[in-house]
């Protein structure tokens, strides 16, 4: 087997997840944007683990550990998006950035300097 089989393979799935990644703004998509730029990876290690005949079977031992991080990657992000589309009603990438909260305990232009402190104090 020729090794340009599977690395333009790979090569084209990692354009697909790093399209989807830049392009998409469902965050669910965006996840598996990311999964199919990790599965490039491990083809990738597993094509050149076979080519160079590794006694060791490094590539494949990578592709397990990647696979695992993967899922809890994926475990942890849809936590995530599951909660932010109950709060929000919208897994919208674009509108996650509104959800910073503004700092309202910083002192305004025409206020003195210890008044934010006496604020904080105040609330504590």
């Not at 990738?44 to 494949?60: I, P, Y």
């Amino acid at each position: 087997m020729h090794l340009a089989y599977p690395a333009v393979l790979a090569a084209l799935l990692f354009c697909v997840g790093l399209y989807g990644v830049l392009a998409r703004r469902n965050a669910i998509l965006v996840l598996m944007s990311v999964e199919l730029m990790l599965n490039a990876v491990n083809l990738n290690l597993v094509a050149f683990d076979v080519w160079l005949r590794d006694t060791l079977h490094a590539g494949q031992a990578f592709t397990l550990f990647i696979i695992a991080i993967a899922a809890a990657e994926i475990g942890i992000g849809l936590a995530i998006v599951l909660m932010v589309y109950r709060n929000r009603g919208s897994s919208d990438v674009d509108r996650l950035r509104d959800t910073a909260e503004t700092d309202e305990t910083a002192p305004a232009s025409g206020e003195a300097p210890g008044s934010a402190d006496e604020k904080a104090e105040a609330t504590a």
